[in-house]
């Protein structure tokens, strides 16, 4: 059994980072314990990714969750202290657009009060207006959602003319008030915004950002993913590596999703994750709980397990922390080993429902 060995300092926390599970604690079917929670706080977004929620699909006769199905701060805080005691260190808010959903500051400062390390990912729409509230209320880090610095690649991109400036400003704007190092992931689709890759890395060499250039994904059913569309990290680090020497780097702790390659030249690092050409299945610690309740263990799931019910029907912390351990102790995940051409068209929950 794995132990706490590789110690990694997060918001004055000394946390362990380790797959395996320490004693007492609930461990998968292939051996791995539960260590990130990830919680959408909603389904719903002012951006329309081609990626993601392409329009086609994402319009106006689309049923989003009526707001009395989602679940209170409340709620989600407590299910979030049953899993802290159950092995989780780390907890991503995420959606949809979380910063869409009203006074996520008050949710924030409930979860902070956990021995978590605590962050956000978000398109940074609303960032530089809310970047200064949510770093009081007790966030850490965000990482900030961008998939090209040219407008015109950008736009095609949300699909919604956002502007590349507005982001860049809400990266500023967390990097000002301390919610850094930002992480920014860019979706690399193959002839859409492939020549975005180095401008990108130009732009935030030296900044102490991390740029982390993530494969196109089959998420979900809407977005009619296909092999082809996908640029393998390999070529990703190839192409950087044409212009900035770059080596590999260690990485931070042990599960970590992206590969680190850092400049030769000790200006900085950047990223990739390589779920398609490259799967992490075997030190997948992450669990997804979905806006309203349900618990999701792989981001490739056909259903969830509510959790909501039980919630709401009166159960003690007891009983959900038995349900919880049942749930992660049947799980055998590892969807990115095994995909093929049918898996991919196979029906799957949509990533802006459960979050990335
Ligand atoms: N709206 C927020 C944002 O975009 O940052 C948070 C939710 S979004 C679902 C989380 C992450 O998932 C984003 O970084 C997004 O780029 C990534 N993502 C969404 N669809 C994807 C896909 N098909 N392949 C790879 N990454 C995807
Ligand atoms: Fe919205 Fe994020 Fe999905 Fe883009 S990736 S549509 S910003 S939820
Ligand atoms: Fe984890 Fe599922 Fe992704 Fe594998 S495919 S890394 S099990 S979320």
């Known amino acids: 059994m794995n132990q706490r060995v590789i110690p990694i300092k997060a918001g004055g926390f000394t946390l362990p980072s ?27 977004c002012n951006f329309r990714c081609s990626y993601c929620m392409p329009k086609s699909v994402f319009n106006r006769e ?15 805080e407590r299910v979030a202290r049953i899993f802290v ?18 006074h996520l500051e008050r949710l924030i400062e409930m979860l902070a009060k956990l021995p978590v390390e605590l962050t956000l990912t ?3 729409s609303l960032l530089a207006k809310k970047a200064q509230s949510l770093k009081d209320a007790g966030l850490q880090r965000v990482t900030v959602s961008l998939d090209a ?9 949300n699909d919604m003319d956002f502007p590349v400036s507005d982001v860049l400003e809400g990266i500023d704007a967390a990097a000002a008030v301390g919610l850094g190092p930002v992480k920014i992931n860019m979706v690399v689709k193959k002839g859409v915004n492939e020549h975005a890759i180095l401008p990108m890395v130009r732009h935030f060499k030296g900044s102490g950002h991390v740029v982390r250039f993530i494969e196109y994904m089959d998420v979900g059913s809407s977005n009619g993913w296909k092999m082809d569309e996908v640029l393998p990290s390999r070529d990703v680090v190839a192409l ?18 992206a590969r680190r390659w850092k400049f030769k030249d000790g200006s900085g690092e950047v990223g990739v994750i390589s779920s398609v050409t490259e799967a992490f299945c075997s030190t ?24 909501r019910q039980l919630l709401r029907g009166g159960a003690n912390d007891e009983a959900l922390a038995r349900t919880i351990q049942g749930i992660w102790q049947q799980r055998g995940d590892r969807y990115s080993e095994i995909r093929t051409a049918d898996t991919a068209a196979a029906k799957k929950i949509e990533m802006s429902y459960i979050g990335g």
């Open 18 to 44: 380790t797959t395996g599970p320490l004693v007492g604690e609930p461990v998968d079917t292939l051996g791995r314990g539960i260590r990130d929670l990830r919680i959408s706080v909603t389904d719903r």
């Open 62 to 76: 689309f049923k989003f969750m009526p707001h009395d199905s989602l679940l209170s701060f409340e709620e989600i």
């Open 85 to 102: 005691d159950q092995g989780v260190q780390k907890i991503r808010i995420t959606g949809g657009e979380p910063l869409l959903r009203k």
């Open 122 to 124: 978000t398109n940074a």
């Open 149 to 157: 610095l040219d407008d015109e690649t950008f736009k095609k991109m």
């Open 240 to 257: 950087i590596n044409d212009e900035f020497a770059i080596e590999p780097a260690n990485p931070n702790y042990r599960g970590e999703v």
């Open 284 to 307: 997948c610690t992450r669990l997804r709980l979905s806006p309203e309740g349900s618990l999701y263990t792989c981001l490739f799931a056909q259903q969830g397990h509510d959790i």
